[in-house]
């Protein structure tokens, strides 16, 4: 057992997945949830996803070893407030924010000095969302960003991470700064670029919902997943990680821009460069285990 | 037998899976395939992907019902003129390029007037290339669409559909215009916007490139999978559907800004918005069966 009892704050996705993944390496002793929804308590309720859920956040972190705080970045401060008083003393509190700056200066400002506070991202996840969303491999050969401040307690880390990789993780650690500027890059752009595109198709009075959506297996389908991820969650993000998306986004611009100038000059030389060079970061990914190489994703294909 | 004799040229991903496709249902007499490039020809000869492979276009298309022009956007104004005198009288020409203006531009006065020329357009794909790249399932419940000229014999479209449909495909009709206009949202435009933000990450100082590779399960290699497809059809693409891809690629550019907009002044209510609009086409499409509802496309689970 790496922790006794586990409190899981919000059980959405990640929650539920985390609940599926600790049972199948037996990690913890005792896992308690709570959502602020009562549909989703009695959800998890009638699947018996956790051992014992709460009514409060307040109630559900009484003796509890390690607190996850499992809730869109903008709701952490609140919540933060809430249990601060019902930690227990030497007890770890973490997250699983897409952001972590601006998690450490909602959450960090509540923690007792008596509790450890480690905040931290799995880099997994699915466009779908709840706790029937969840699933034990979620978080098998994914990484999972540990962003301790300085000064923390070492061996609390060291538990937090033997938890992760429990679960299936590869865990790594990273500065907080960092962390926002790598995932605006690999995340948070790309979201507002699908949801984006997403928006555009459906707005157009020439192109019919109907053709679009007839005709999405020419590419645009991807970006339709992507775009129907948890909408409370997303719009936090981009409040609580604006410089860095605002940054990337720029980028973007700039190189769609020249992109755009060669289509309208027709300089088929930069297109088909730009277009041979991407081709190597998809060989790395897929060379790094981080995604299947099977055409179309393996999309509902038996071959 | 829908015809007795086919004639592929270019074997690439389209023209193998039309191979396998058309050998599933039995649905022509003999399959003639030949490639610019020797290796691609030997490589038809080694797996036997054709009944037969010719040195030239000129040799395939002799005594062909129906030849099938499987080349980039912007090699079929010369491959037309080069197979047009060998054509036989009373034969079909149509091809699976992404682009339809172009084409008919490209093609259609290089068809003799006893020649129906009818182009055509399969939804379909994956990101891998080349004549091992094909399956016989890849039209499956797919879409084809056909843009015949006004005043083309209708036996000969009713013939070619009833092929398609035989490879598994749903087949409409479309003007070639609102074709290019429709591609260029469903398929164009993303396309470039996944070789752009894939070429931005790839281009940036202040991240590596193996933090982009590790950390891309937050949805960047959804577009990076995108951007792994063929350079030099996509370069041709883009040049070829020059305006369509031009104003859509606009319309998206003034919605980024106003959602970058939205970011920086911290207008949650709009992004949540936008976000939650942008499910419902996700939705629309799975209904369709146009993609998987599968938790993140179904990727390499198993559950």
Redesign the interface.
Known sequence: MIYNRVALIGLGLIASSMCHAMRRGNLVGEIVGTARSEETRQIARDDDLCDRVTETAAEAVIDADLVVLCVPV?AMATLAAEIAPHLRPGATVTDVG?VKRAVMDAVGPHVPDDVHFIPGHP??????SGPR?G?A?LFDN??H?LVPRPGTDAAAVMRLRQLWEGMGANVEEMDADHHD???A???H????????????????R??T?S???????????????????D??M???V??TN?DA??E??G???E??FA??RA??T?D?AH??N????????????VE?G???D????????T?
Request: charge should be positive; proline fraction near 3%; aromatic fraction near 12%.
């Open positions: 903008g897409s880099i997994a996840g699915t466009e779908k969303a699933f491999e994914r990484f960003l500027l790598v995932l890059v690999t995340s752009a790309p979201h507002l670029i699908a949801y984006t595109m997403v928006g555009v198709a459906d707005d157009l020439r192109v919902d053709e679009v959506v007839r005709y999405s297996a020419a590419g645009f389908r991807d970006f339709t997943r992507i775009a129907a991820s909408p409370v997303w719009r936090d981009f409040l604006k998306t605002l990337i986004l980028r973007f611009t190189e769609l992109l755009q289509i309208r027709g088929g297109l088909q730009y277009f041979t060079r991407t081709r190597a970061i998809r060989r790395g990914i790094a981080q995604d299947t099977a055409p179309d994703f393996g999309r509902g294909r071959r």
